[in-house]
């Protein structure tokens, strides 16, 4: 991991540090230069364009960039967003001390560029933490992979591997892409990919997936998908793009600008030009209400907003990625925000999916000899259920004879034991082998034992509840969520005991896959108000993760598939986390609204001033950067 983890984010790390190690020293350099030059215009007299020369120095060094984006933005058609305002009003300002009769405004400019860019700064800060700590949860990323070169195998880097090539996977080693076994069998640890705690077996001619780790044989496998297009690489793709999709409230700001700017651009030229005309010595008064138009600008650019409302946003994913908890977009943090239902699927989310034994019912033996025999029949099947069976006896090599082991499909295994005739699985086994079996009371997978065809007794096994799923109900109804629901394939029973233990609110078993998606489709019909989320964990959960308003994926075992159609991922399959991250979700917002409140506020006063001739350029940029510095440390809040 460490070496790939450099390799891959070696250019993208760096290149954040080193911006913002960059910006950092350009605004340093600028703000010295800045007190030079104004040093230089006190101590000097030198002329009024040799002053715009020494200011333009500073002026520069901060602002090229936001001069540059400007100019793209004209290029583009988009000429109105808060690059070009800025570039707008300070180069007016520049410009202004050669009207005749007007005061040199060349400090304000430059400081108004300056703050500029620091809030621009705190907003790349601020991003690239929330980026740190998304790169810190994906550990599926292989480092190595051995290549089968001109017979001898080689170490490389698996992006150096080409599709057709043959890797070499050795027992303990993480699969670096996706593949096709052609020599060799072995058991994958999918884990990590499909949520499936029972490792998947795989010889000869199987497909095999990025991210798995190999357990047991060696495997060779020819190379169907390059790296960068493996599983294993294809999630992380989905969190480096969490920082793409736009909240609500951020594109309210894009709207808003696209609307602000030109009603703001359009007020100053009036504010210019029109009292002057009205006054009748036009040379005389313009320099005055120009100046007040260039205020009206710096005053109305909308950096508080711009900068704090997407600051709340990343904050909160940054926030959200430190509780472990993967917000794929801002947007999803809105929707998180009105969270209204959330649906459950059962096994490997609400419970562990991990079965055991939790009661033997001897008709004819003692427990321990039933669970003895039933170990002894189970030895080797891979089945999760035989895997609870041997771990209720562990010691089941003994000096037992086991033959004839049968493995009957959707019945059980039957086996010579000691030459006795031992059948373990559900009724239709016992029914063909005419043991008189009777049902349970208990909760669970039921498991029948016969020897000879005389009924044994039975064994409950049932999958355990995950310890913090009580309070994950409760949590999210401390968070006003109205229901929570649950979907499950497995039996009725299993189901209600499982809903009356968490106290749901319902649910509905015996599902298959597609009849998910249509209950999904009924509860979002029924969930007028707010949003309905899902939460899930296997293959078959992508297509409701995809369909509910917000799809949220069990990460450290969720499969591939959930990873990918989920909007959220909670990295370490806690629900509880659930709670937490609507929690997270709904401060953000409220803090997005605070901003959004605070900044629109003091701009109006502010634009008032200016417009009545009561503010100076100075009072404008504190104002402007005032309400920035203080929104964007409300901002910071949410981390």
């Not at 007007?102 to 601020?126: N, R, S, Y």
């Not at 499969?559 to 709904?586: G, Q």
């Not at 920035?628 to 409300?634: F, G, M, R, S």
Request: glycine fraction near 8%; hydrophobic fraction near 50%.
């Amino acid at each position: 991991m460490a070496h790939e983890h450099h390799h891959e984010h070696h250019h993208e790390h760096h290149h954040e540090g080193g911006e913002t190690r960059e910006q950092v020293i350009r605004i340093a350099a600028a703000a010295v230069l800045l007190v030079i030059a104004v040093l230089i215009e006190k101590y000097t007299d030198l002329s009024t364009w040799q002053l715009l020369l020494v200011y333009l120095v500073p002026y520069l060094i901060v602002g090229w960039d936001t001069l540059r984006e400007a100019a793209e933005g004209l290029k583009e058609g988009e000429p109105l967003n808060e690059n070009f305002l800025m570039a707008l009003a300070t180069a007016g300002a520049l410009c202004i001390g050669f009207l005749p009769g007007a005061e040199t405004q060349f400090p304000e400019a430059v400081f108004v560029m300056l703050f500029f860019q620091i809030g621009e700064m705190f907003e790349g800060i601020a991003e690239g933490r929330s980026r740190k700590s998304i790169a810190h949860l994906m550990d599926i990323r292989p480092d190595s992979a051995n290549l089968e070169r001109n017979g001898e195998v080689v170490v490389v880097h698996p992006d150096e591997v080409r599709v057709g090539e043959i890797v070499l996977i050795r027992p303990g080693e993480k699969v670096p892409m996706d593949g096709t076994v052609i020599e060799g069998s072995s058991t994958l640890d999918t884990m990590a990919l499909t949520g499936e705690s029972v490792p998947r077996k795989v010889g000869e001619g199987d497909a095999i997936l990025s991210g798995c780790v190999n357990l047991s044989g060696v495997l060779r496998v020819r190379v169907t998908k390059e790296f960068l297009q493996s599983t294993a690489s294809k999630i992380l793709e989905l969190v480096t793009e969490a920082s793409e999709k736009k909240s609500v409230s951020e594109r309210f700001i894009t709207r808003f600008a696209r609307i602000y700017t030109p009603i703001v651009v359009a007020a100053a030229a009036l504010l210019a030009f029109i009292p002057p005309l009205l006054s009748g010595s036009f040379a005389l008064s313009f320099p005055t209400w120009l100046y007040r138009a260039l205020m009206f600008l710096v005053v109305s650019c909308p950096c508080a907003l711009v900068i704090s409302v997407p600051l709340a946003f990343f904050g909160g994913l940054g926030g959200a990625s430190r509780k472990g908890v993967l917000i794929k977009g801002s947007n999803f943090i809105d929707a998180l925000s009105k969270t209204s239902t959330v649906v459950f699927d059962k096994t490997g989310t609400l419970t562990e999916g991990v079965f055991e034994v939790t009661a033997v019912h001897p008709e004819t033996l003692d427990e321990t000899a039933l669970l003895h025999l039933a170990a002894h029949v189970e030895r080797y099947s891979t089945h999760p259920i035989a895997a609870a069976l041997r771990n209720a006896y562990p010691d089941e090599h003994d000096s037992c004879s086991v033959s004839e082991v049968e493995e009957i499909a959707g019945k059980g295994v039957t086996a010579l034991v000691n030459g006795v005739r031992v059948s373990v699985g559900n009724p239709s086994l016992m029914d063909s082998v005419g043991a008189a079996w009777h049902p349970c009371s208990k909760e669970g997978t039921i498991i029948h034992v016969a020897l000879d065809g005389v009924y044994a007794g039975h064994i409950v096994i049932s999958d355990r509840i995950k310890d913090d799923a009580p309070e994950a109900i409760s949590a999210l109804k401390g968070e006003g969520v109205r229901r929570c629901f649950m979907l499950t394939g497995d039996h009725e029973n299993v189901a209600a005991s499982v809903a009356a233990a968490l106290g749901l609110d319902g649910y509905r078993a015996g599902l298959l896959p597609q009849d998910k998606v249509a209950e999904l489709g009924r509860l979002l019909g029924e969930a007028r108000e707010g949003a309905l989320a899902f939460v899930g964990d296997g293959i078959n959960d992508a297509p409701v993760l995809a369909r509910a308003d917000i799809g949220i994926a069990m990460g450290a075992l969720g499969s591939d598939a959930a990873i990918e159609a989920a909007d959220v991922v909670l990295m370490d399959d806690r629900p509880s986390k659930i709670a937490a991250a609507i929690r997270i979700a709904r401060k953000t917002v409220r803090i997005a609204r605070e901003n959004i409140a605070f900044a629109i506020g003091i701009k109006l006063l502010v634009l008032l001033l200016a417009a009545l001739g009561l503010a100076t350029m100075w009072m404008a940029v504190f104002a402007d950067v005032g309400v920035t510095v203080l929104a964007v440390l409300n901002a910071m809040r949410t981390l």
